[in-house]
């Protein structure tokens, strides 16, 4: 699977155009502040229908416009497929093959994994961080996931609002059962995505370290694991305490996931450079896995990341990256930073401005055959 080209309209500071990109290596350098971030989010807004960093739409459309797009032609078994994804009057509307469809049948054309250094934090960060890696990753390999996510939402902002306008208790049971069966299902998928997830994890982790003591990871869940009326029956046995609070304290949406070393949790033990090497295990396990249970090789998207690893992860890094089948998009501040494969196309990026760098005159002449 790769991006052939993409394109957008009035997407953050991003100037209107349309690039053609190589299937392999494609570095986007520019200083800071000129929308390299934005660019890896369009795509990122392109495959998940999410924005990367943004909590409402609206931050994604450029300052004084009303509408936005981002376009795709991407090449998957050999055939190609064209996305679009905009926003209209505040709504998002997606297009598959040029035409107006819902978000179950967009999705399948285009998976991407995203390393930034935001990710760093993600060992240390609150619980809500590790919840919404959780759900994009099990979400890459399996889109569905996204409407159980929804609907679990939906189900529970409903009992959030019952627990503070009525005392029917046969109301409250019949909400309760409504929550469990969405939280089941996202408590099942989360699972099972952690447990295929650990041997890749470890193996990776080996691959960057050497030899330091084995990673773990395991969910935690705030309400005991079970069929679904068992969660109904916690979630009954919670209510007083629910409505003191004015919300539901409970369920997948307060589960959090802990990475270990060795015996050690990792959140209060890891050294800054372990925390590094966890999540780009991380990170390269959720690829393997893609490709072992899904034959999906994902667009991998790596922002920045040089400037947070040391030189010898770095190495690593791009030693692992030259393995890699798929294409790339990486942004840097400093090209000679990163050690791309000679036919990496470059890109500049300045102002919102994005455009390509032409291989030097002599590489050209070489290139003729
Ligand atoms: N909706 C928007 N409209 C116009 N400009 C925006 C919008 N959102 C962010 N920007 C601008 O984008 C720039 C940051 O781009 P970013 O991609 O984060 O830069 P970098 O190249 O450092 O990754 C800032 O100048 C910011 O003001
Ligand atoms: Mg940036």
């Not at 760093?120 to 979400?139: E, I, K, T």
């Not at 046969?170 to 295929?196: N, V």
């Not at 009954?236 to 003191?244: F, G, N, P």
């Not at 949406?253 to 925390?275: I, K, P």
Request: some cysteine.
């Amino acid at each position: 699977m790769f991006l052939r080209e993409i394109g957008w309209t009035g997407f953050r500071n991003l100037e209107t155009c349309a690039i053609e990109l190589d299937g392999g290596f494609n570095v986007f350098e520019g200083d800071n502040g000129q929308g390299k971030t934005n660019l890896l989010e369009a795509v990122y807004w392109l495959a998940t229908l999410r924005p990367l960093r943004a909590t409402r739409l609206q931050e994604l459309i450029r300052f004084g416009e009303r509408r936005c797009a981002v376009t795709g032609r991407i090449v998957l078994d050999g055939l190609e497929h064209r996305l679009e994804a905009r926003i209209e009057e505040g709504e998002r509307q997606c297009l598959r093959e040029l035409k107006a469809c819902r978000p179950a049948e967009y999705f399948g054309a285009l998976a991407v994994v995203l390393f930034t250094p935001d990710d760093v934090g993600l060992v240390r960060g609150p619980p809500g961080d590790r919840r919404r890696y959780l759900d994009r990753a099990v979400f890459t390999g399996r889109p569905a996931h996204l409407a159980d996510v929804l609907a679990y939402q939906r189900a529970l902002a409903a009992r959030n609002e019952l627990l503070r306008t009525s005392e029917d208790v046969a109301l409250h049971a019949s909400f309760e059962a409504a929550l469990a069966g969405p939280a089941r299902r996202l408590l099942t998928a989360r699972a099972t995505y952690l447990e295929r997830l650990t041997p890749f994890f470890v193996d990776a982790f080996r691959g960057i370290t050497g030899l330091e003591a084995p990673p773990g990871l395991s969910y935690r869940p705030s309400l005991a694991p079970g069929a679904e009326d068992a969660l109904a029956e916690q979630w009954a046995a919670e209510r007083e305490r629910d409505r003191e609070r004015g919300f539901t304290g409970k369920g997948p949406h307060a589960d959090d996931f802990g990475l270990a070393l060795g015996e050690r949790s990792a959140r209060l033990y890891a050294s800054q450079g372990q925390q590094r090497a966890l999540v780009l295990a991380l990170k390269i396990a959720e690829i393997r896995l893609l490709e072992a249970f899904f034959g999906l090789t994902p667009v991998l998207l790596l922002d920045d990341v040089s400037s947070e690893l040391d030189a010898e992860r770095n190495a690593r890094l791009f030693e692992l990256l030259h393995g890699f089948r798929g294409q790339v998009l990486i942004t840097t501040t400093e090209a000679r930073h990163v050690q791309t494969p000679d036919a990496a196309r470059e890109f500049r990026v300045e102002a919102g401005r994005v455009t390509r760098v032409q291989a030097s005159p002599s590489a050209a002449t070489v290139d003729v055959s």
